[in-house]
């Protein structure tokens, strides 16, 4: 079997850890598997580079950052290859560039064009353990390019892929993807399984175990990830295609996102274009919006209410208040005090009165809904901040996301 | 004019060294040169490495001590393109690898077969300064090596060779060449030129300005070298092939070397093969010897002394007292209390009576000779210890070195 295996920076923070990394790895490759390990930089390594070029360049270019900070996985590469050396397994190091993890020319945010499996495949017939550097790229002039935030998993899921890997480790520091926020739910209980959709959900909502780059990749190619704590041998959460079984959970985990806040237009002349007209000019502002919801009123005057990221709240107050001065509309209302509510699983899609339900169970909980937005396997509610703990406990308790 | 700058470690210790630097290089870029670049590693960041990889293996294999150590070079070209970008000045940096440094196999240690200029000379006649990593290479399998103690200045002169540049500078933190010390000598003068040969000499005699390696690569390609501080305008030492002029000093410069040991070896039986037989049983122990006497007695025994770096004595001394057993030689005697003095110059090959004025001026001062030998471009006294320096100020006076 082959195993492709990441370790994140917090798995490889100092020698000692890197050790114990490669007493693991080991104990893997004695049980006859094939492994490829990917690894990113040492703890803070790329935090203190970016500190080194800012004190040299206000704004570097990226084809330089991606010179300095590939160094860092590099080192992290070479020690685990001695790590292992010093335990008596063959073992062999690797950059992006001698793997040949071919890129485009985004030097900082580089997406990976293709990966040559050669010298992967000629050193894991030698029996060695061939290790990775994470997050590097090399474009098509041999320049040395960077995968972006999250780039050493889409490495690892990347080489899982094109060597038709079993499966795609993710060690971190989480044991896996859980039903809510244990710190909020005490009964909160760790998945087994997961789809890709529901993690590509639960990302946008603050479960921010795996980047939305590398699920979708993994979706793409079908690569099942398994998310696992590097520091236990216990089993994590398996990341795959939705699998239609007969025990299937409705929903497979309910979240509170509290980074939010609402911004409402009141009295605006309810003519066509107008909605199209305020989101483009955010849009251009490169502010994100999630929840809209618009309501007409006796009187053919509009209120458009809907959320935005909390820091960019005065950015979006300029852009909004032009606007109302332009349409002549009554006012305009900020509220950072409240929090989104969600829950999400593909089994709403086979499952009707999820919604009804959920709706049913804040009004129990005395919890009043602001606003509503849906999509196939997510139902959002806007609430008061204040009462989003107690709404979380209330859901995750009514669907019973806490039974084995 | 194509001009290759080289600068050491203690250049680039820090972010403002580097931007100091990079106003350096702008300069002679807006005089119209073209600027080549190698730089090493940022202060002591090879020996960090270093001191990670003896925490995860006791003997870490050549391979990954070199993938580890390259990175460190890596760091310092990127932060100085990086400051060159910041003042304006079009810059780019690369590794080894990318422009195409290849080595032979031998990773720690490994010796430049080929420099590709392809890469190199495009970058330059864009206009841009061309940074490279020094130390470090990569073999034919693609594999990253590195050169060395003294690595950089070795990619330096190789790519002033390759590039047929005018010069290759070697920035670093003395100011050239002197005829003595200046901290025993305090009329000692800086040299505007010297011979490969002679700095070859000098170096094994502790002025450790330029590695051998490098001067021999130099020499090979007739490639000359100017030896200059980072932190000065101030021209340095030329180091070329030898010049003939009328004006050429006799002697160069004068040295006391304060790490060796006399041995000698009382009572040998005056047979046929018995030094061969010494000296082979010392240099299977990797041990190296410097001056070698000889003195038969009227009663047929010989005396057998040589030197040795100090720091060998006890080792030299186990394999010697082997030897006396064997040979039924009388005793074996110690003594580091001892100096070697020598004057080191090409113009020994035309001038006579250098020896007799230098062993008259030592017999003036009242300092002893207790061993001599010479070479084509040196003669070297072993003196007691203690007399050394006043030994090379009497030697530095009586050939005038310090007169302009």
Redesign the interface.
């Known amino acids: 079997m082959l195993v492709v295996q990441k370790y994140g920076g917090t798995s490889v923070a100092t020698?000692e850890k890197?050790?114990s990394i490669?007493k693991r790895i080991l104990a893997i490759r004695n049980k006859g598997h094939k492994v490829v390990v990917v690894v990113s930089a040492i703890g803070h390594t790329t935090d203190d580079?970016l500190a080194?070029?800012n004190?040299?360049?206000?704004q570097?270019?990226g084809?330089?950052?991606s010179?300095?900070l590939?160094?860092g996985e590099?080192?992290s590469?070479?020690?685990l290859?001695?790590?292992l050396?010093?335990l008596g397994c063959p073992a062999?190091?690797f950059?992006g560039?001698?793997v040949g993890i071919v890129t485009n020319a985004a030097y900082t945010n580089a997406k990976i064009l293709r990966i040559n499996t050669g010298r992967i495949r000629k050193e894991l017939s030698k029996g060695k353990v061939v290790i990775v550097a994470g997050f590097q790229g090399v474009n098509l002039r041999?320049?040395?390019t960077t995968l972006g935030r999250g780039g050493s998993n889409l490495t690892a899921v990347g080489l899982a892929a094109v060597l038709k890997a079993q499966a795609c480790e993710m060690n971190t520091d989480v044991d896996g993807v859980y039903t809510a926020d244990p710190r909020i739910v005490p009964g909160a209980k760790k998945l087994d399984r997961i789809s890709y959709e529901e993690m590509l959900e639960l990302y946008s909502l603050g479960v921010q175990v795996l980047q939305p780059r590398s699920v979708q990749f993994a979706q793409k190619y079908n690569v099942p990830i398994h998310v696992r704590s590097s520091f236990s041998q216990k089993d994590g959460t398996l990341i795959t295609k939705e699998v239609k079984t007969m025990e299937k959970e409705v929903i497979s985990g309910v979240t509170a996102t509290k980074n939010e806040a609402k911004i409402c237009i009141r009295g605006v002349p309810d003519r066509p274009g107008i909605a199209a007209r305020i989101f483009n000019d955010i849009a251009r502002k490169n502010i994100n919006v999630d929840m809209i919801v618009q309501n007409v009123g006796e009187d053919g005057l509009a209120d458009i209410s809907f959320t935005i990221i909390a820091v960019d709240l005065i950015r979006t107050m300029e852009t909004v208040e032009k606007i109302r001065r332009e349409l002549k509309a009554e006012k305009v209302e900020a509220d950072s005090d409240i929090a989104k509510i969600s829950v999400v699983g593909v089994g709403m899609r086979s499952h009707s009165g999820v919604a009804a339900k959920m709706f049913r169970t804040l009004a129990q909980s005395r919890v009043n809904i602001e606003m509503i937005s849906t999509s196939e396997i997510k139902i959002s509610c806007l609430v008061r901040k204040h009462l989003a703990d107690k709404a979380v406990r209330a859901i995750h308790r009514s669907f019973k996301l806490g039974k084995k």
Chains 1, 2 share one sequence.
């Open positions: 020698t890197i050790i490669a580079l080194l070029a004190n040299v360049n206000s570097p270019s084809r330089e950052i010179m300095l590939s160094t590099q080192v590469v070479a020690l290859a001695m790590a050396h010093e062999i190091s950059t560039m001698q041999n320049d040395i």
